[in-house]
Nanobody, 118 residues
Framework: QVQLVESGGGLVQPGGSLRLSCAAS????????TGWFRQAPGKEREFVCR???????YCGDSVKGRFTISSDSAKNTVFLQMNNLKYEDTAVYSC????????????WGQGTQVTVSS
């Protein structure tokens, strides 16, 4: 079992930056991929970015070129660097981990609020 705890959310002005962190504990050796998702009020959960164990990463079209996913394996931490934030980026951001060969995410954090407002 893997436990995930996010941090780094907060209030930021449009055009600003934030870096979210996701600390993993437990059976971290079994993680095959990690990812970030977000959910805005009244909307469905949306995929943000994914990072596989091989180092390959990709992000959704809505954040491509602005958000970057990375990791510090020694610290079992995954980061989401968010630049040029927009009002529509306001959401609860959650990290997820996959311990399955199929890559489906089966561990989730509680989430951290990101609010973009002037």
């Amino acid at each position: 079992q893997v436990q995930l705890v996010e941090s780094g959310g907060g209030l930021v002005q449009p055009g600003g930056s934030l870096r979210l962190s996701c600390a993993a504990s437990g059976r971290t050796f079994s993680i095959t991929a990690t990812g970030w998702f977000r959910q805005a009020p009244g909307k469905e959960r949306e995929f943000v970015c994914r990072l596989s164990w091989s180092g390959a990463s990709y992000c959704g079209d809505s954040v491509k070129g602005r958000f970057t996913i990375s990791s510090d394996s020694a610290k079992n931490t995954v980061f989401l660097q968010m630049n040029n934030l927009k009002y529509e980026d306001t959401a609860v951001y959650s990290c997820a981990a996959s311990t399955t060969s199929g890559g489906n995410f089966n561990s989730w954090g509680q989430g951290t609020q990101v609010t973009v407002s002037s």
